[in-house]
C-alpha cells in the first residue's frame, strides 16, 4: 500500500534559518505530491504540489522537488519567519486504481521559529 | 467566495451518545473525504464518497458511518460504537484533480 514517511520533529530554528523537512514515499505507479500546512485550530491548506518526477514545486518562498529515484519530496525554505510556525504534513495521491482520489498523509513535522 | 463548511467548530459527546459533523462544499465538487485527526498520527481517512448516493470506507471506518444525499453534503455520524472519538476531524473535497480544499475542522470531545 501507500506511505509517506517525514522527519521526526518537533523542529526548532531561529528566524532566517535554513529549513529542511525530509519526505519519502512509497507507492505504486506515478503519484502526485503535495505539502500542506496547518495553523494552530485549522484546516490544512495547500503549500506546494509536483505532478511528475523531476517537477519542483514552489509557493511562498518553500520548494520541493519531486524526486522519483529517491521517492523523496524534502521541503526546503532559505529564510524561516516566525509566521512559518506550524504543522506541516506531506502527502501523495495515486493516480488511479480503486484508491483514485484518496490523500495518503505522513504524521506531520511541527515547526516552530523563534526571534 | 467558495469553499468547505464545516459545523460545529467544538462539539461535545457523552458516552453512549451519536454525534453528527456537518460538511457543505459550494464548489461543485463530485468527491468529498473524511478524515481524523490525532497528534503525532497525521490525518487517517475515514469515508470517502466520488459520487452522490455512493461511498467508501476508508481506513479507519468502524463506528462511522456516512451519507451522500447531496452533491453539497457529506456529514460523518460518529456512534457509540466508535470507542475512542475524541480528535479533530477534518473534511476535504476535490473536483478530480489534482487540488483539494480543506474545511476548517471540527473538534469532538468525549465528555
Known amino acids: 500500500g501507500n506511505s509517506v514517511t517525514q522527519m521526526e520533529g518537533p523542529v526548532t530554528l531561529s528566524e532566517e534559518a535554513f529549513l529542511t523537512i525530509n519526505c519519502t514515499y512509497t507507492?505504486?505507479?506515478?503519484?502526485?505530491l503535495f505539502w500542506y500546512v496547518q495553523y494552530p485550530g485549522e484546516g490544512l491548506q495547500l503549500l506546494l504540489k509536483?505532478?511528475?518526477?523531476?517537477d519542483k514545486g514552489s509557493n511562498k518562498g518553500f520548494e520541493a522537488t519531486y524526486r522519483k529515484e529517491t521517492t523523496s519530496f524534502h521541503l526546503e525554505k532559505g529564510s524561516v519567519q516566525v509566521s512559518d510556525s506550524a504543522v506541516y504534513f506531506c502527502a501523495l495521491r495515486n493516480a488511479g486504481g480503486t484508491s483514485y482520489g484518496k490523500l495518503t498523509f505522513g504524521q506531520g513535522t511541527i515547526l516552530t521559529v523563534h526571534p | 467566495d467558495g469553499g468547505i463548511t464545516q459545523s460545529p467548530k467544538y462539539l461535545f459527546r457523552k458516552e453512549g451518545q451519536n454525534v453528527t459533523l456537518s460538511c457543505e462544499q459550494n464548489l461543485n465538487h463530485d468527491a468529498m473525504y473524511w478524515y481524523r485527526q490525532d497528534p503525532g498520527q497525521g490525518l487517517r481517512l475515514i469515508y470517502y464518497s466520488q459520487i452522490v448516493n455512493d461511498f467508501q470506507k476508508g481506513d479507519i471506518a468502524e463506528g462511522y458511518s456516512v451519507s451522500r444525499e447531496k452533491k453539497e453534503s457529506f456529514p460523518l455520524t460518529v456512534t457509540s460504537a466508535q470507542k475512542n472519538p475524541t480528535a479533530f476531524y477534518l473534511c476535504?473535497?476535490?473536483?478530480?484533480?489534482?487540488?483539494?480544499?480543506f474545511g476548517s475542522g471540527t473538534r469532538l470531545t468525549v465528555v
Open positions: 507507492a505504486t505507479g506515478y503519484p502526485s
Open positions: 476535504a473535497s476535490t473536483d478530480g484533480g489534482v487540488g483539494y480544499t
Open positions: 509536483a505532478t511528475k518526477a523531476d
